[in-house]
C-alpha cells in the first residue's frame, strides 16, 4: 500500500464514523465538567500517545473565560510511577494503581486500546467501574473485550492500528472542539466569597454565644464597609451558616429569617448586598451532609448560583469553615475575631489568617487571592480561538 492508497483508506474510515457515539462522548464529557468531575486517560503504546494529547485538548483547549476548567489527568505520563508499579507489582496493574489512590465516584475514565484487549486496560476498567466512575473506551477492530465492559464504546470501524490511531486522534479532536463550544455558551461560572456569619460578620452572642433574636446581632467593627467594598468591585457574597439553634429548638425557623432579613437590609443601606443566605438548621450529632465542614450547603450554592468554587474565597472564625473551603478547593481565609482567636493561636495550618473581615477583604482585593482579579494574561489555542483573559 503506498502512501496515496493509505490516505484513501483513512478517508473511507472518517466517513464510517460511529457518528452518534462520538457524540455521547461528549455528552458524558461536558456532564463530567458540570460535576466538576475528573476526567482520566490510559493506554499504551500509540494509544498512550493518543491519551497524552487528548489531556492536553480537554486540558487546555477547552479552557474559557469565566467558566470552571475541566479536570484532566493522563495516566500515561509519570514514567517513574509505572515503572515503580511495574517492577514491584506487575505491568497489568500500572493503571489501576494509579487510579486507587485518586478516581471518586463521577469520575470518567476514559480508555484507549486499539484491539480493545490490553490487560493492563481491562484491569483499570474494571477498578473505575466498581469505584463508582463512567468508563468509556476508544477502540477498534471489533471492540475487543473493552467495548463489552465500558458504558461507552467507540468503536472505529477498520482493522488496521494504524488506521484505528489515526481515527482515535480525530475522534479527540472533535471531542475536544465540541466541548469547547459547549462550555462557551454554558453559563459563566463566577467565583464567590463565602462568609461565615457568626464571629465574621456579627459578634457572638452573650453567654454561649448563640445568637437567637435581631436585639442580639450586632455587627462587627468594619464588617458592613467591608460588604460594601466586596459590593463596588461586583464579588458575590454568599453567607454560609451552622445555626444548630433551630435544631436545639433555642429559635424557630422563622425567627432566623427575621434576623437574616434584617442583616441583609442593614447590609444594603450600607452598600453591600448578599447574593444568598445559607442555613443549616441541624444540631452537630445529627450528621447531616449541610452542617459545615461538610460541604452540602457549598454545593447547593454553586448549583444555584452557578458559582466556580476553586476560584472562591471561604471567610470563617472556625476550624470547620477551613475544613470545608479544603473540602471544595477554595481559598480559605481565618479571621481572628469570634472563634478565630483561638483556631489562630492553636494553629491554623496552611490558611490565611487575618485580624478580622475588613482585612480578609482587602487581602483578597490586593493580593490577587485564587486569581480574583483579571491579571489580563491571554493564552493562544484551539482552530478559532482568539486572545483569552483568564481570571
Known amino acids: ?75 500515561v505520563d509519570n514514567v517513574p510511577l509505572i515503572s515503580a508499579w511495574a517492577n514491584d507489582t506487575s505491568y497489568e496493574r500500572v493503571f ?13 475514565v476514559i480508555a484507549i486500546s486499539g484491539s480493545g484487549n490490553s490487560p493492563n486496560v481491562l484491569r483499570a476498567v ?30 472505529v470501524p477498520d482493522d488496521c492500528m494504524e488506521r484505528i490511531e ?32 457568626d464571629g465574621v460578620i456579627n459578634a457572638l452572642g452573650p453567654g454561649d454565644g448563640y445568637v437567637t433574636r435581631w436585639e442580639q446581632f450586632q ?66 450529632e445529627d450528621g447531616c451532609g449541610c452542617r459545615k465542614p461538610r460541604p452540602g450547603l457549598f454545593f447547593l450554592a454553586r448549583d444555584d448560583l452557578g458559582l466556580d468554587l476553586a476560584r472562591s474565597v471561604v471567610i470563617g472564625d472556625h476550624q470547620s469553615d477551613m475544613e470545608a473551603a479544603a473540602r471544595i478547593g477554595a481559598t480559605g481565609i481565618l479571621v481572628k475575631t469570634g472563634h478565630g482567636v483561638t483556631w489562630a493561636r492553636e494553629g491554623a495550618g496552611d490558611v490565611v489568617v487575618v485580624e478580622n473581615l475588613p482585612a480578609a477583604v482587602q487581602r483578597i482585593l490586593t493580593h490577587n487571592t485564587n486569581a480574583y482579579v483579571n491579571d489580563d494574561a491571554h493564552e493562544e489555542g484551539g482552530c478559532d480561538a482568539e486572545g483569552l483573559s483568564f481570571h
Open 1 to 75: 500500500m503506498n502512501s496515496e492508497s493509505y490516505l484513501r483508506a483513512v478517508a473511507r474510515v472518517l466517513e464510517d464514523m460511529p457518528r452518534d457515539d462520538i457524540d455521547r462522548l461528549v455528552e458524558e464529557l461536558e456532564k463530567a465538567w458540570r460535576r466538576d468531575a475528573t476526567v482520566f486517560l490510559l493506554g499504551n503504546g500509540g494509544s498512550a500517545a493518543a491519551a497524552a494529547h487528548l489531556a492536553c485538548d480537554l486540558g487546555k483547549g477547552t479552557a474559557s473565560p469565566g467558566h470552571r476548567r475541566l479536570r484532566v489527568i493522563s495516566l
Open 96 to 108: 489501576v494503581e494509579q487510579l486507587a489512590g485518586l478516581v471518586r465516584p463521577g469520575d470518567l
Open 126 to 155: 474494571e477498578h473505575a467501574a466498581a469505584m463508582g466512575a463512567v468508563t468509556a473506551g476508544l477502540t477498534g477492530f471489533q471492540g475487543g473485550r473493552l467495548a463489552g465492559m465500558v458504558d461507552l464504546a467507540v468503536i
Open 166 to 197: 489515526d481515527a482515535h486522534l480525530v475522534i479527540g479532536h472533535a471531542a475536544a472542539v465540541a466541548l469547547r463550544e459547549r462550555v462557551r455558551r454554558a453559563p459563566v461560572f463566577r467565583p464567590a466569597v463565602f462568609l461565615d456569619r
Open 219 to 284: 455587627f462587627l467593627p468594619g464588617a458592613l464597609e467591608a460588604l460594601a467594598e466586596l459590593a463596588r468591585h461586583d464579588l458575590p457574597v454568599v453567607i454560609v451558616t451552622n445555626q444548630s439553634i433551630i435544631g436545639r429548638g433555642l429559635a424557630s425557623y422563622e425567627e432566623v429569617r427575621t434576623i437574616h432579613r434584617l442583616m441583609e437590609e442593614r447590609i444594603r443601606d450600607a452598600g453591600g448586598r448578599v447574593a444568598a443566605v445559607y442555613v443549616c438548621p441541624h444540631r452537630p
